[in-house]
């Protein structure tokens, strides 16, 4: 019994309680705090733009791929025919 009481009683306990109490803290007080900073409302917002930009610049690239803009090698200058175009 002397050695439970001295264990219930001893240090561990209490240093264990304080670890526990500290790592609650956050839980309890950090959506308080960000309910009037708003920190997470910015940052799921820039996510979602960047999201948004690499969705476009992807859609962009396939078109282009698919669809290219030029028509390939484009020939400038006289257009030769049998030679007698000089």
């Given at each position: 019994m002397k050695l439970i009481n001295t264990i219930l009683?001893?240090?561990?306990?209490?240093y264990l309680g304080t670890i526990a109490f500290l790592l609650?803290?956050?839980?309890?007080?950090g959506p308080i705090i960000n309910h009037f900073t708003g920190i997470t409302n910015r940052t799921e917002e820039k996510?979602?733009?960047?999201?948004?930009?690499?969705?476009?610049?992807?859609?962009?690239?396939?078109?282009?791929?698919?669809?290219?803009?030029?028509?390939?090698?484009?020939?400038?200058g006289k257009v030769v025919t049998n030679g007698s175009n000089k």
């Open positions: 009683r001893g240090k561990i306990p209490h609650w803290i956050p839980f309890v007080f996510q979602k733009k960047l999201e948004i930009e690499r969705i476009d610049k992807l859609i962009n690239e396939r078109l282009e791929e698919i669809f290219p803009t030029s028509t390939g090698k484009v020939v400038t």
